[in-house]
């Protein structure tokens, strides 16, 4: 299954195999794995490996974790996706990084829509929900001018770099979504 959803300046794809170098380039970066999921450190088999389990998820409909492009330099810039996929419910997850040289040039402004687009209209999912470290105070500022409600707040519930963080849960409904759409 091949994926492709256009924004003006970006488009966000299926992973293909030449993004290993991208993904590796930004994902080791240490500012980026503060606030994500991501291993640290990122090596290349990393980037490798999760291009092919992209590929599998995509394919079974288990999650969708696609690239963001440059449409200028056709090229990789960040990640976007709806993993943890509850089909009973009806629900994902979203989730994002960008590279670092890409922070504050409004990116993710264009990619949050798009993959909310394709999570409530083409998935038809009834609900998108985050989990953000409570000191990533960017994302939720985001999330929330895409019009996520906040949830509640999970104390101390991510332990990472020998410090506890708060896990901050938001979401949107998809008639929420559609009065901000």
């Not at 330099?73 to 996706?81: D, E, H, Q």
């Amino acid at each position: 299954m091949s994926i492709r959803l256009e924004g003006s300046t970006i488009h966000i794809r299926t992973l293909v195999p030449s993004d290993k170098d991208a993904i590796y380039e930004y994902a080791k970066h240490k500012d980026l794995a503060k606030y994500t999921t991501l291993p640290s450190p990122y090596t290349l088999d990393d980037a490798i490996f999760f291009i092919g389990f992209t590929k599998r998820k995509i394919k079974k409909e288990q999650s969708f974790e696609l690239g963001i492009i440059d449409n200028k330099t056709n090229r990789l810039i960040g990640m976007i996706g709806l993993s943890t996929i509850d089909k009973t419910n009806n629900s994902a997850e979203i989730g994002y990084w960008l590279g670092k040289p890409y922070w504050g040039k409004k990116v993710m402004k264009q990619a949050v829509p798009l993959i909310l687009d394709f999570g409530f209209k083409q998935q038809k999912f009834k609900r998108i929900y985050a989990r953000v470290m409570h000191v990533n105070e960017p994302s939720i500022n985001l999330l929330k001018k895409n019009g996520f409600i906040l949830e509640g707040c999970l104390r101390k519930a991510i332990y990472k770099h020998n410090k506890w963080f708060d896990e901050v849960r938001l979401s949107l409904l998809k008639e929420e979504y559609k009065k901000t759409a």
